[in-house]
Every structure is written in C-alpha cells, then in structure tokens.
Antibody
C-alpha cells in the first residue's frame, strides 16, 4: 500500500525552528517529485515547497523562501522540511504530498495523487 | 502568480441533486487543472486531473470539463458521502501550484 506518514509537528515559539519528516512506503520514492502543502486553521490549501526525485532541484513559495529548506534522503525513503524563523502565520497542518506526472492528451498532467495525513505545527508564545 | 477563483464559496444541496462548481484562472492554463475533495480533519483526495480525467477509484458521478480559464466540476447525483469541501488547483506553473479558495458543499 502506498503511504506517506508525517511526523515532527508540535508547538514552537515565534522565531523557533522545527523539522518535519515524511516517511514514504509502497512505491519507488526516488522516482517521484514531492511537495509540502499546508493548511492554516479554517483556511484553504497552500503549496509550500517541492523537490525533484533526485533532490537536485528545490522550489519554494515566496512566503517561506529563505526560512524553510526542503530535502530528501532516497536511501531512507524520507522527505524533510526544515523550518526556521517560524512565525505565527506558519501555524498549519503540513501535508506531505507525492506528485504524479503523466502525459494526458498532449498535456503534461501534474497532480498530487497521494497525501499524508498531516502533522500540526503551532507557532505561539 | 496565477490566481484561482472558485464559485460559489459554499453551496447547499440535497442527496440526488446535480451540482456544478466553477473554477476560473487569472490567465489561460490550458488543461492544467485538478480537482480535490477534502472532508473535515482529513487530507485532500484527488478526483479529477488534467481538467477531465477521472482519478482511479473515483466514482463516475464526478466529472470535470473546461480549458483555458474556465473549468467546472460536476457531481451528477449527490451521495451522502459527497458533502465536503472541493478545491481546484492549477499545475500550469508547476512546481509553484496554486489552489482555489475552496467550495464547501453542505446538506440542504
């Protein structure tokens, strides 16, 4: 069974740091780009960061650029998100997400086809 | 950045109703449009990708259409388990993907 399991969330003070992990199983982890998507309480979904299958390319939303770092260890089938200089507005459920890419009628269809259950990050004093 | 706007923001309907949710992009995104369903306390679930392709395992009462800037998600006959929040998402500017604000579908 394909699964993603996040961990590492918790309560942290403003300005603090946290490292999220996502353990993948049931598929060839290194073959897939991965993302982090977050959802603030009562709000919609916001893409945070993405990384290529090899880990050689990384991408960030403007809201977290320079503060968050995405990485992966393909030997451990694990995705990470290092979060520094945390702010109250970073409070959210953080989802680990697998990106699936296929050609569909001439379109390179990119979508998130597997999601973790999420881990909650609360930034508060 | 590409902005995605869904309408309506919320919708009340009855079991058996036909429901349509609309998503509009701030610029043309061809068919780079996906739809997700999210139930309270749960992760989103992929329903439709590339505007009209049904994800494996998703009931055929769900369908998607559109291209360019205007897209629709249709549920042909609402079932009790369909009451949830629905999000559209553009993948035109991958890896920087953006979601609509969501449409909450409630029981009338």
């Amino acid at each position: 069974e394909v699964q993603l399991l996040e961990s590492g969330g918790g309560l942290v003070q403003p300005g603090g740091s946290l490292r999220l992990s996502c353990a993948a199983s049931g598929f060839t982890f290194s073959s897939y780009a991965m993302s982090w998507v977050r959802q603030a309480p009562g709000k919609g979904l916001e893409w945070v960061s993405a990384i290529s299958g090899s880990g050689g390319s990384t991408y960030y939303a403007d809201s977290v650029k320079g503060r968050f770092t995405i990485s992966r260890d393909n030997s451990k089938n694990t995705l990470y998100l290092q979060m520094n200089s945390l702010r109250a507005e970073d409070t959210a459920v953080y989802y680990c997400a697998r990106q699936r890419i296929t050609m569909v009628q001439g379109v390179l269809a990119v979508r998130v086809d597997v999601w973790g259950k999420g881990t909650t990050v609360t930034v508060s004093s | 950045d590409i902005q995605m706007t869904q309408s309506p923001s919320s919708l009340s309907a009855s079991v058996g109703d036909r429901v349509t949710i609309t998503c509009r992009a701030s610029q043309s995104i061809s068919s780079y449009l996906n739809w997700y369903q999210q139930k309270p306390g749960k992760a989103p679930k992929l329903l439709i990708y590339a505007a009209s392709s049904l994800q494996s395992g998703v009931p055929s009462r769900f369908s998607g259409s559109g291209s360019g800037t205007d897209f629709t998600l249709t549920i042909s006959s609402l079932q009790p388990e369909d009451f949830a929040t629905y999000y559209c998402q553009q993948s035109y500017s991958t890896p920087s993907i953006t979601f609509g604000q969501g449409t909450r579908l409630e029981i009338k």
